[in-house]
């Protein structure tokens, strides 16, 4: 079942780029230019508030999906590194409860700097 899961999601996939291209066709532009996000949220839309009676335009689809185009962004890279920062607590090594009993009797511990 995973591996049909997998093939589905290729397929699925694979149609929003078949319709991107279209699109891009259309609006005489590179499929690169054009947003995916964008393509699979227009398509969602277009699912959810086309009634079944209505005939489908899917060069209508196209025209709303070639409108927003992607910006080009040259030299966009980010680091790659985790960032932990210290946290101002100790940690519990102790069972909850008692830790509990720790803090009504003699209130919450210090901050670690």
Not at 5 to 32: G, K, S
Request: proline share 8%; net charge positive; aromatic share 8%.
């Amino acid at each position: 079942m995973v591996q049909k899961e997998i093939w589905v999601y290729l397929l699925a996939y694979n149609l929003i780029r078949l319709m991107m291209t279209q699109a891009a066709w259309l609006a005489e532009c590179l499929p690169r230019q054009l947003s995916f996000k964008h393509t699979l949220q227009i398509w969602i839309a277009w699912n959810r508030y086309a009634s079944p009676a209505r005939e489908i335009r899917l060069s209508g689809l196209c025209v709303l999906i070639g409108e927003l185009r992607v910006g080009n962004r040259p030299g966009r890279m980010e680091p790659r590194a985790i960032k932990r920062r210290p946290k101002p607590f100790p940690l519990l090594t102790q069972p909850r409860s008692l830790a509990r009993e720790a803090v009504r009797k003699y209130g919450h511990p210090r901050k670690i700097k």
